[in-house]
């Protein structure tokens, strides 16, 4: 694993591991529609605090309808985004499965929804029979990955026949033509995708504020600067490359073959 994944990893297990209050749900960056015009996703009040981190949730599902369907969210994290899922799409069942053995514990605790479950387990090596799942959902998780094809190959194996791989996540951007490159040869059909990074800069902008209150209530001082970067928190290196365009944040929607219709 490189530097720069060993980096993320380290970040998202000190969350699981030292943040235990169930209040910090979502991990994602965000997203905010054009002219920061979200006033249209109708939220419960325990949700509105998340709004920006849900719009991407929403961006990445983009009106595929998830009713009675199976969805399996890959990198679930703290949990939040499969109980929004389940709790408002209403799908059959949601399956978290996060390689975070302390996040899948704390999901267990604190998130329900009807059929919500969690799982511990390596996005490489699910531990699921081939064509369990209708849709799976993948929101900023992949660049950890150390094969990026190896996981693309278990979404495959995963998906049922005309199944929905639902995928949010950035590059550098002189690495976004690898990332396509990628998801063309996975054996699914890449039907659509979309830089959002500016939606995503606009939403780091409207969140810096509690992001920052986040970090210095819960986190000890000697990890600020680590978990600043890694909240793209405004002044950090991580805002700055999106910003500048040297970070591409992209949305993707790909299908499962069904039979008698080439991949």
Known sequence: MDGRRLGWRTAYELLALRVRRPEWAFMNYGYAPAADDDGDLALSPADEPDRLCINLYERTIDGVDLTGRDVLEVGSGRGGGSAYVARTHGPRSVVGLDFSAAAVDLSRRHRTAPGLTFVHGDAQAMPFPDASFDAVLNVESSHCYPSLPAFLGEVRRVLRPGGVLLLADF?????????????????????????????????????????????????????????????????????????????????????????????
């Open 171 to 263: 590059r550098p951007t002189d690495a976004v033509p690898g990332l396509l490159a990628d998801l063309r040869a996975s054996g699914l059909t890449l039907v659509d995708h979309a830089d959002v990074t500016p939606h995503v800069v606009a939403a780091l902008r409207r969140d810096d504020t509690r992001k920052r209150a986040l970090i210095g209530a819960w986190l000890p001082r000697v990890v600020h600067p680590l978990m600043r970067r890694f909240a793209a928190v405004e002044g950090s290196r991580g805002f700055a490359a999106f910003a500048s365009g040297r970070t591409t944040y992209l949305v993707a929607r790909l299908t499962a073959p069904t039979p008698g219709t080439a991949p």
